[in-house]
Nanobody, 121 residues
């Protein structure tokens, strides 16, 4: 069994910062990548940032130079540092991890439950 759990959301004023954390736990052999996604009301879920096993990263254009994704491999944890937040960043942020549970298993994607980020005065 694998769990992916996010934390760190909340209410912040425009221009402020938040740091999200996501930990994968349980029976994990290897992690291909972990990423952050978000879904605003009435919109589809979109990729925010992803970090792969070799530490390569990709960001949505809308968050480049404001958000930074990083990981702690020893803790199977990924972070999203969000600076210069804008009202348009308001959404439920989900963590996703594609991982395998043993050396002979295929990799599967696991979602966290999501954490709300609200940017407002």
């Amino acid at each position: 069994q694998v769990q992916v759990v996010e934390s760190g959301g909340g209410l912040v004023q425009p221009g402020g910062s938040l740091r999200l954390s996501c930990a994968a736990s349980g029976s994990i052999f290897s992690i291909d990548f972990m990423g952050w996604y978000r879904q605003a009301p009435g919109k589809e879920r979109e990729l925010v940032a992803v970090i792969r096993s070799g530490d390569s990263t990709n960001y949505a254009d809308s968050v480049k130079r404001r958000f930074t994704i990083s990981r702690d491999n020893a803790k199977n944890t990924v972070y999203l540092q969000m600076n210069s937040l804008e009202p348009e960043d308001t959404a439920v942020y989900y963590c996703g991890a594609r991982l395998s549970r043993d050396s002979r298993s295929s990799s599967y994607f696991h979602w966290g439950q999501g954490t709300q980020v609200t940017v407002s005065e």
